[in-house]
T-cell receptor
Framework: AQKVTQAQTEISVVEKEDVTLDCVYE???????LFWYKQPPSGELVFLIR??????QNEISGRYSWNFQKSTSSFNFTITASQVVDSAVYFC????????????FGTGTRLQVFP | EAQVTQNPRYLITVTGKKLTVTCSQN?????MSWYRQDPGLGLRQIYYSMNVEVTDKGDVPEGYKVSRKEKRNFPLILESPSPNQTSLYFCASSSGLLAGEFTYNEQFFGPGTRLTVL
């Protein structure tokens, strides 16, 4: 069965610190898709990144970077030099190729960045 | 502007009073879905639709109905709301799996509807 675990319920950092949000997934499918979404205090869900299972290249987008490791079934998200505007709940999600109708979310990690 | 819209954004109602939350997308997406978000549980899928007149249950369908008569609209119906349906609801749409390509597109979410059932 597919499952996404975000073990960190809440993380607090001071501005300019680096922070990593963990995501561990379970799937029996060999082809799957991983996503990260951001939910700021205003409540909307903002898409951040999609990663296909056959593409293990890490990705960097400005201060954001993602480390995908199939060997440990992890898709971790790092924010470098965090800012107050990064304060949000971050969700990791998984969809399997054999059942793309279903998007399974983790329970989310609340990140608070203090000035 | 490409978007998913939901109405109403906030709703307080009483037990048993039927309500409908509308969802509309202007991206010509075939796939649409409803989720509910509850503290500590993340987002859970209620119903989804692969195309017009094609709907199926997600993980928590009890107490909900949906319909897909037009491609752009996917309303969520609570025939007899109960307090345990108090939640934050999101509608989403996606172009889904791109034919001939090994990629599955992300889902775009509406702004959310905060429902309170007293």
């Amino acid at each position: 069965a597919q499952k996404v675990t975000q073990a960190q319920t809440e993380i607090s950092v001071v501005e300019k610190e680096d922070v990593t949000l963990d995501c561990v997934y379970e799937t029996r499918d060999t082809t799957y898709y991983l996503f990260w979404y951001k939910q700021p205090p205003s409540g909307e869900l903002v898409f951040l990144i999609r990663r296909n299972s056959f593409d293990e290249q890490n990705e960097i987008s400005g201060r954001y970077s993602w480390n995908f490791q199939k060997s440990t079934s992890s898709f971790n998200f790092t924010i470098t030099a965090s800012q107050v505007v990064d304060s949000a709940v971050y969700f990791c999600a998984l969809s399997e190729a054999e059942n793309t109708d279903k998007l399974i979310f983790g329970t989310g990690t609340r990140l608070q960045v203090f000035p | 502007e490409a978007q998913v819209t939901q109405n109403p954004r906030y709703l307080i109602t009483v037990t048993g009073k039927k309500l409908t939350v509308t969802c509309s997308q202007n991206m010509n997406h075939e796939y649409m879905s409803w989720y509910r978000q509850d503290p500590g549980l993340g987002l859970r899928q209620i119903y989804y639709s692969m195309n017009v007149e094609v709907t199926d249950k997600g993980d928590v369908p009890e107490g909900y109905k949906v319909s897909r008569k037009e491609k752009r609209n996917f309303p969520l119906i609570l025939e007899s709301p109960s307090p345990n349906q108090t939640s934050l609801y999101f509608c989403a749409s996606s172009s889904g799996l791109l034919a001939g390509e090994f990629t599955y597109n992300e889902q775009f979410f509406g702004p959310g509807t905060r429902l309170t059932v007293l």
